[in-house]
């Protein structure tokens, strides 16, 4: 947990100079386009370490997009819009921190380890119920 928290610090350095010599939109772009392929990379069967490694460059490179769409947004859209923005995505973003925790346990069990009591039944009139006991219903 602790190596993977450090991703968010690890780019900084690296995505202050490409916002300096490639610019606010190139930089994005390459940081979305590599965010994407280790999302995709994601979801290969891989041990321990290269899942934290995966997770390591997952988080700089959030962070760095997250960095670079915050400096660019005050450049383009007005305060009201760009308030709007960002007040929705920190709340979309605390939504995700309080869904991560289940969702952590899902590669585990595609991958063949022990599978979370709420994941994986057969029975879908079972399902639903165990989904609603997830979300509190």
Known sequence: MIIS???????????ILGINFLGRRL?????MGCTALF???LNI???????IG?????RALVAANFNTIYIY????????????????????CRIGAMVAPFISQ?????CGATEPEWVGNKDPRKGITRVSTLFGT
């Open 45 to 51: 069967c891989t041990s321990s370490a290269g899942l």
């Open 5 to 15: 928290t450090l991703g968010e610090i690890a780019l900084n350095p690296l995505n």
């Open 73 to 92: 947004t005050a450049e383009v859209y007005p305060t009201q819009m760009r308030a709007l923005g960002m007040g929705t995505s920190g709340s979309l």
């Open 39 to 41: 999302f995709l990379l």
């Open 106 to 110: 899902v590669p585990r069990s595609v």
């Open 54 to 58: 995966f997770l390591f460059m997952l």
């Open 27 to 31: 930089s994005l772009s390459i940081t």
